[in-house]
């Protein structure tokens, strides 16, 4: 259908969209179920493997809306409807790893995980007979070490973070130089690869306590300067959300300074604070890299986190794998059931931000 | 102490211009003349706080330099702890950590090649194609790629993208070996830069498509109505209102990613089966360049003292590197990105109001 606008006979014919030929509207549906089932049925004959049938029928829809909407419609539609179905379609593949992931750990961990896992540190021992070393499992000492590194990350990163944060938002101004460097500095810092920190602890503490100086301290400190960053990112944001007016209603009632931020910003800001502190906690403790490189690691059991090695459920998870015991099959085991029990810690502190986001939200009235 | 109360506020709330600045300095002597030692002591840990991250910074670089410096400037072919292990084959220093600096970035870059046009497809459909109110959902659904630690990405990049991959890389070498990159015998066991790539993909996705969906989202939506307007498609609309608007935040999301791309240690040490070369094959078993952090993780537990100073002097590379690319990843987002012109009118608005 064509209309001529104008009267110059040097317009061209413009074309309606309104009246133009369409696809039908479940055109979309069709064709994906048509290409499924055209490409299984091929992949049938060659032998069936989920995967490429996949990538096939995602290639074959792609190709078939092209096709069929350049012929009835017109190329700018068929662009549209390809870059729409190319755009879905990098959706749906960011999805595989992340669920490909979990159940992984969840199939190859659960067998694993069990009471004597994790209250007990892995066993060797050896057969005369047979000459064979066989290990019970167990990750006792990578689940305290666990808890007692980050525990000491977080002691030392939360005050640095939330007082850095409160002077940026609170006290500098901003035309202050050191809020300017703070903050680019805070920037930087988040790129910090964590095995440079991991390599930084180290240094300071065979510097100033001697060699061999591996130990749950150090490897604290350097998640803390991981983890630094990431709470005075959230902190910051939490304050800035704090309205002017409350402030400026308890200057007027004559309340200093410190007091006012202590009683009235924190307090509106607390929850927010807390979750941003929750979900940097569950960044870190997933953190392998630096712990490695400065607590090292160990099989036996060391509550001690200032003295000797100390090992993480992320180590573990790594060390099964790449510095395996004797008996390698009971490694991988530990390695995949601390995994699984990592995944499971990360997901905990996860939902405990989102409770603790809403539970304590301040109540509008 | 009211009154001093008001000044305070006074001076929080307007932005001294350039020329106010001594007006400025006034009042903060002002101020710290009048505070409580409360306000005083509460003021100083704050203030406090704020240095110390400057110090530890700082701390991070004197400490890795000067932890490195030994094995930097030793002789390695005459040093007796540098002669042996993992540092034998090497001259010096620079002969160790070039060809570790290559490997780095050769995977980041092909991680980046393979990740970009997925986490911009990821982040397009979130901020324009799917429905608003899923928006949320689905972006905290990738956000969740984020907090899946590294080691558990490794794992799986063992038992599953190994052998995933292997059927692509056997084609890829039969009937496109003549390419480099592709070329030498393909892996038998699938530990492949081409496999590390992408799980470090995966990883560095969630990075780049928020910062990327962010800037979508803040395209001005009369430009998109406008081109609407015009009778432009969807894809259209995106192609000349979205993307030019979004190009140098898309730029600095990729910079971002590859920040995160260069330091990832745990996905690269699992995979790749490594040697310290300059190759660019990334199908074969033995031609695999080696990164800086995966070399670090792997040696540093049998490494003796000096040969753990060689392996902190390349962690120093990798933390210079790094730090370049975060700056100006940084300055392009701050600089030119979506909100500095917004930034800048606010604070031009600001100084005409206290002036």
Do not use: C
């Not at chain 1, 290409?35 to 190709?63: C, D, E, H, R």
């Not at chain 1, 379609?89 to 694993?112: C, D, H, R």
């Not at chain 1, 400190?221 to 990112?233: G, T, W």
């Not at chain 1, 927010?272 to 099989?299: K, M, Q």
Request: a positive charge.
């Amino acid at each position: 259908m064509t209309t001529s606008v104008g009267n110059g006979p040097s317009r061209a014919p413009v074309t309606s969209t309104f009246t133009d030929a369409h696809l039908p509207r479940l055109i979309e549906v069709w064709l994906l179920l048509a290409s499924a089932v055209m490409s299984g049925a091929a992949l049938l004959l060659v032998g069936f493997n989920p995967a490429v049938w996949a990538v096939a029928t995602a290639a074959l829809y792609v190709i078939a809306i092209g096709v069929s909407s350049r012929l009835v419609e017109n190329a700018r539609k068929a662009n549209d409807r390809v870059a729409r179905a190319l755009v879905t379609i990098t959706f749906l593949l960011a999805i595989v790893p992340l669920v490909s992931a979990l159940w992984t750990v969840l199939v190859k961990g659960i067998g694993q995980l069990s009471w004597s896992f994790i209250s007990q540190t892995g066993q060797a021992r050896f057969n005369p007979t047979t000459l064979e070393v066989t290990r019970t499992p167990g990750a006792l000492q990578a689940v305290v070490g666990t808890f007692e590194i980050t525990g000491i990350a977080t002691l030392i990163s939360v005050p640095i973070g939330l007082l850095a944060a409160i002077y940026l938002v609170e006290y500098a101004l901003t035309t202050s130089h050191l809020r300017r460097v703070v903050t680019f500095l805070v920037d930087v810092m988040t790129g910090i690869p964590s095995i440079v920190a991991g390599l930084f602890a180290f240094s300071l503490f065979t510097l100033v306590v001697g060699p061999k100086a591996f130990s749950g301290l150090s490897a604290a400190i350097a998640l803390s300067v991981l983890m630094i960053p990431i709470v005075v990112r959230s902190s910051e944001e939490m304050l800035r959300l704090v309205p002017t007016d409350l402030r400026e209603a308890s200057y007027a009632l004559g309340v200093t300074k410190s007091v006012t931020i202590i009683k009235i910003v924190l307090r509106t800001a607390i929850p927010g604070i807390v979750t941003g502190i929750v979900l940097a906690v569950a960044r870190v403790v997933g953190e392998t890299a630096p712990v490695f490189i400065a607590a090292s690691f160990t099989d036996n059991f060391n509550a001690d986190p200032f003295n000797g090695p100390q090992q993480t459920l992320a180590v573990l998870a790594y060390t099964g794998y790449k510095f395996p015991g004797k008996d390698i099959a009971a490694s991988n085991q530990e390695a995949w059931g601390s995994a699984l029990l990592l995944v499971i810690i990360v997901i905990l502190f996860n939902i405990i931000a989102r409770v603790v986001a809403r539970i304590f939200a301040p109540k509008s009235r | 102490m009211s009154d001093s109360k008001i000044v305070d506020t006074a001076a929080r709330s307007s932005t001294a211009s350039a020329k106010s600045a001594p007006l400025e300095g006034r009042r903060a002597r002002r101020r710290a003349s009048t505070l409580s030692t409360g306000d005083r002591v509460f003021l100083g840990f704050t203030t406090g706080s704020a240095l110390l991250i400057m110090l530890i910074l700082a701390g991070v670089a004197i400490f890795l330099i000067v932890k490195a410096l030994p094995a930097i400037v030793a002789d390695w072919p005459t040093d007796p702890e540098l002669h042996a292990g993992p540092t034998l084959a090497f001259g010096n220093f620079w002969a160790y950590v070039a060809p570790l600096l290559w490997g780095t970035l050769w995977v980041s870059a092909i991680a980046i090649v393979i990740a970009t046009p997925v986490a911009i497809g990821i982040a397009l459909f979130i901020s324009h194609y799917s429905p608003r109110r899923l928006a949320g959902i689905l972006g905290s659904l990738v956000d969740l790629l984020a907090a899946v630690p590294s080691v558990v990405f490794g794992l799986w990049g063992i038992i599953v993208i190994r052998p995933f991959l292997r059927p692509l890389g056997d084609f890829l070498n039969h009937y496109l070996g003549w390419i480099p990159i592709f070329a030498g015998q393909p892996s038998s066991t699938g530990s492949t830069i081409l496999a590390g790539s992408v799980v470090l993909a995966v990883m560095i996705l969630p990075i780049i498509t928020s910062i990327s969906r962010e800037v979508f989202l803040q395209t001005p939506r009369l430009n998109e109505e406008a081109a609407l307007a015009l009778g432009a498609t969807q894809w259209e609309m995106i192609r000349v209102a979205v993307f030019p608007y979004a190009r140098s935040g898309m730029v600095s999301a990729i910079l971002l990613g590859l920040g995160r791309a260069l330091g990832e240690t745990m996905a690269i040490a699992l995979i790749i089966s490594p040697s310290i070369v300059f190759s660019v094959r990334i199908l074969t078993e033995g031609g695999n360049s080696q990164t800086i952090a995966a070399n670090i993780a792997l040696n540093f537990p049998i490494a003796t003292s000096l040969q753990r100073d060689a392996l902190i002097g390349t962690g120093l590379l990798l933390f210079v590197v790094s730090f370049g690319v975060n700056i100006l990843a940084r300055y392009i987002l701050g600089a030119t990105g979506p909100g500095a012109a917004s930034r800048r009118a606010r604070r031009e608005k600001k100084a005409a109001l206290s002036a």
